[in-house]
C-alpha cells in the first residue's frame, strides 16, 4: 500500500481548553503514521474564511447540512476575537505513512458524534447537543481533518500558503494581565520518546498543561551535530568542573589497588587533568550524541550540519513566570530525585535519558530557541518535500 499524507487541525476551543497534550497523545499512541511536521497558527479572518472554504458541498442534503455546521464553525470560532482583534491559535499536525488518511479518519471519528464511547477523539473531547426540534445547539469537533482523501493535497496547500506568510513563533499574540510578568521559555521532548509508537511526547505535553502556560510555537526538530554542539556548549565547562576532580580521585584509588602501592594525594590534579577531562568530554559527546544521533568525533565537515537521525519536539511556551512553572512539572535533572507527578519522574531514565529539556533563564531560552530556529519553523518545507514525493 502506498504512503499518503494526513493532517489534523486542533482547534483553538482546544487549544484554549489545553486539551493539546492529551490530543496528541491520543494520535500519536494510536497511528502507525509518523508525524512529520507541526506549526502553531495565529487565524487571521481571511485565512479563516479560506479554510472555510474547503469544506465542499455534500453528496446528499443530510452531509451537506453537517458540512456547512463545519463551515459556520470555522468561520466563528477560528476568527480572531473582536476585543483588540486577539487571534486565536489554531495546531496543524501533519502524518505520512501508509493509508494515513483513514488511519487518522478513524481516531478522529465521525462528526456524527456519539455520547457512549469515547473511543474517538471527537467522542472523547468533542461535543454536538441537538434541540428538541433536531437543530444543533452547541458543537464543538475538538480536531478539523480533509473530508476526503482526494482532497488533502489541495487542503493543505491553503496551510502551506498561509505559513509562507506567518511567523512560526506567536510572539505576544496571547493577552496577559500582568505583561510585565510574562516570559517565554523552551522545552524539548528528547528523541526517547520517539523512538517507538508512544503516547509519551502527548503525555508529556498534556502534563505541562497544568501550568497554564500558552504553547506559542511547536516544532518537529532534527537538531544537527553543530547545534548540538552549541545547544549544549554550557554544559561542556559544567561537566569539566563536575566530574574531573572526582574522576582524578577515583583514578588514584584504581591506580593504587591495581599497583599496591600509595600514591600522593597531590596526583589527583594531574590525574584530572590527564583522565577527569578527557572522561568529561566524552560524557558531553554522548549527551550530543543521544540529542543528534552522531558523535561529534567521527563527523566530518559536510555531516556537521546534515539533518539529525533521530528527532526531539520543540514547544515554546509562554505567561507569567513561564521559567520557574515549566521547571516545576519537569523535574530535576536525575529522574531518581525527581519528586513523584513531575515528568522526570513519571518517564526519565537516569541523567542522560530524563525525556525533556527546558530552559534553566528566559535568557537562556532566547539563546537556546534561536539555535534551533523556532520563528523560522519548518513545516513548509517538509510538507512540500513530503508531497513532492508522495504520488496521492
Given at each position: 500500500?502506498?504512503?499518503?499524507?494526513?493532517?489534523?487541525?486542533?482547534?483553538?476551543?482546544?487549544?484554549?481548553?489545553?486539551?493539546?497534550?492529551?490530543?496528541?497523545?491520543?494520535?500519536?499512541?494510536?497511528?502507525?503514521?509518523?508525524?512529520?511536521?507541526?506549526?502553531?497558527?495565529?487565524?487571521?479572518?481571511?485565512?479563516?474564511?479560506?479554510?472555510?472554504?474547503?469544506?465542499?458541498?455534500?453528496?446528499?442534503?443530510?452531509?451537506?447540512?453537517?458540512?456547512?455546521?463545519?463551515?459556520?464553525?470555522?468561520?466563528?470560532?477560528?476568527?480572531?476575537?473582536?476585543?483588540?482583534?486577539?487571534?486565536?491559535?489554531?495546531?496543524?499536525?501533519?502524518?505520512?505513512?501508509?493509508?494515513?488518511?483513514?488511519?487518522?479518519?478513524?481516531?478522529?471519528?465521525?462528526?456524527?458524534?456519539?455520547?457512549?464511547?469515547?473511543?474517538?477523539?471527537?467522542?472523547?473531547?468533542?461535543?454536538?447537543?441537538?434541540?428538541?426540534?433536531?437543530?444543533?445547539?452547541?458543537?464543538?469537533?475538538?480536531?478539523?481533518?480533509?473530508?476526503?482523501?482526494?482532497?488533502?493535497?489541495?487542503?493543505?496547500?491553503?496551510?502551506?500558503?498561509?505559513?509562507?506568510?506567518?511567523?512560526?513563533?506567536?510572539?505576544?499574540?496571547?493577552?496577559?494581565?500582568?505583561?510585565?510578568?510574562?516570559?517565554?521559555?523552551?522545552?524539548?521532548?528528547?528523541?526517547?520518546?520517539?523512538?517507538?509508537?508512544?503516547?509519551?511526547?502527548?503525555?508529556?505535553?498534556?502534563?505541562?498543561?497544568?501550568?497554564?502556560?500558552?504553547?506559542?510555537?511547536?516544532?518537529?526538530?532534527?537538531?544537527?551535530?553543530?547545534?548540538?554542539?552549541?545547544?549544549?556548549?554550557?554544559?561542556?565547562?559544567?561537566?569539566?568542573?563536575?566530574?574531573?576532580?572526582?574522576?582524578?580521585?577515583?583514578?588514584?584509588?584504581?591506580?593504587?589497588?591495581?599497583?599496591?602501592?600509595?600514591?600522593?594525594?597531590?596526583?589527583?590534579?594531574?590525574?584530572?587533568?590527564?583522565?577527569?577531562?578527557?572522561?568529561?568530554?566524552?560524557?558531553?559527546?554522548?549527551?550530543?550524541?543521544?540529542?543528534?544521533?552522531?558523535?561529534?568525533?567521527?563527523?566530518?565537515?559536510?555531516?556537521?550540519?546534515?539533518?539529525?537521525?533521530?528527532?526531539?519536539?520543540?514547544?515554546?511556551?509562554?505567561?507569567?513566570?513561564?521559567?520557574?512553572?515549566?521547571?516545576?512539572?519537569?523535574?530535576?535533572?536525575?529522574?531518581?530525585?525527581?519528586?513523584?507527578?513531575?515528568v522526570r519522574s513519571e518517564f526519565g531514565s537516569n541523567?542522560?535519558?530524563?525525556?525533556?529539556?527546558?530552559?534553566?533563564?528566559?535568557?537562556?531560552?532566547?539563546?537556546?530557541?534561536?539555535?534551533?530556529?523556532?520563528?523560522?519553523?519548518?513545516?513548509?518545507?517538509?510538507?512540500?518535500?513530503?508531497?513532492?514525493?508522495?504520488?496521492?
Amino acid at each position: 500500500m502506498a504512503e499518503e499524507i494526513a493532517f489534523v487541525v486542533v482547534t483553538p476551543y482546544t487549544i484554549s481548553k489545553s486539551r493539546t497534550g492529551a490530543i496528541l497523545a491520543r494520535l500519536l499512541g494510536r497511528l502507525s503514521s509518523e508525524l512529520i511536521a507541526t506549526q502553531m497558527f495565529a487565524i487571521t479572518q481571511e485565512m479563516a474564511d479560506r479554510y472555510a472554504t474547503t469544506i465542499r458541498p455534500g453528496a446528499s442534503l443530510e452531509d451537506e447540512r453537517h458540512r456547512q455546521m463545519i463551515r459556520d464553525y470555522i468561520t466563528e470560532t477560528f476568527s480572531p476575537l473582536q476585543e483588540g482583534q486577539r487571534r486565536r491559535r489554531a495546531l496543524l499536525l501533519v502524518f505520512r505513512g501508509e493509508n494515513a488518511c483513514q488511519e487518522v479518519a478513524d481516531v478522529v471519528g465521525r462528526i456524527h458524534l456519539s455520547s457512549a464511547t469515547g473511543e474517538t477523539i471527537r467522542d472523547t473531547y468533542g461535543d454536538l447537543i441537538r434541540k428538541e426540534d433536531g437543530s444543533v445547539r452547541y458543537f464543538e469537533p475538538a480536531v478539523l481533518i480533509s473530508d476526503s482523501r482526494e482532497h488533502v493535497r489541495a487542503d493543505l496547500q491553503v496551510w502551506m500558503d498561509y505559513a509562507a506568510t506567518q511567523p512560526a513563533l506567536l510572539d505576544r499574540v496571547c493577552a496577559y494581565e500582568n505583561p510585565t510578568a510574562v516570559e517565554q521559555t523552551l522545552v524539548l521532548i528528547k528523541p526517547d520518546s520517539w523512538r517507538q509508537r508512544s503516547s509519551r511526547p502527548g503525555a508529556i505535553v498534556d502534563m505541562f498543561s497544568r501550568t497554564g502556560l500558552r504553547i506559542i510555537a511547536m516544532k518537529l526538530c532534527r537538531m544537527n551535530v553543530r547545534q548540538g554542539l552549541e545547544f549544549y556548549g554550557p554544559v561542556r565547562d559544567v561537566l569539566r568542573a563536575k566530574l574531573a576532580p572526582g574522576i582524578g580521585s577515583k583514578a588514584r584509588q584504581v591506580l593504587e589497588k591495581e599497583l599496591g602501592l600509595a600514591l600522593p594525594p597531590a596526583i589527583d590534579q594531574e590525574l584530572a587533568r590527564s583522565v577527569g577531562i578527557p572522561y568529561a568530554e566524552n560524557q558531553f559527546e554522548r549527551i550530543v550524541e543521544f540529542m543528534t544521533g552522531s558523535a561529534p568525533s567521527q563527523c566530518g565537515t559536510d555531516d556537521m550540519d546534515a539533518d539529525g537521525k533521530v528527532k526531539c519536539l520543540a514547544l515554546a511556551y509562554e505567561g507569567e513566570n513561564a521559567v520557574r512553572k515549566i521547571r516545576d512539572v519537569l523535574g530535576p535533572t536525575d529522574p531518581t530525585k525527581a519528586p513523584g507527578g513531575t515528568v522526570r519522574s513519571e518517564f526519565g531514565s537516569n541523567i542522560m535519558v530524563n525525556t525533556a529539556h527546558a530552559s534553566d533563564s528566559a535568557e537562556n531560552a532566547r539563546r537556546e530557541m534561536g539555535i534551533l530556529r523556532l520563528h523560522e519553523g519548518n513545516f513548509l518545507p517538509i510538507v512540500s518535500k513530503a508531497l513532492a514525493e508522495l504520488k496521492f
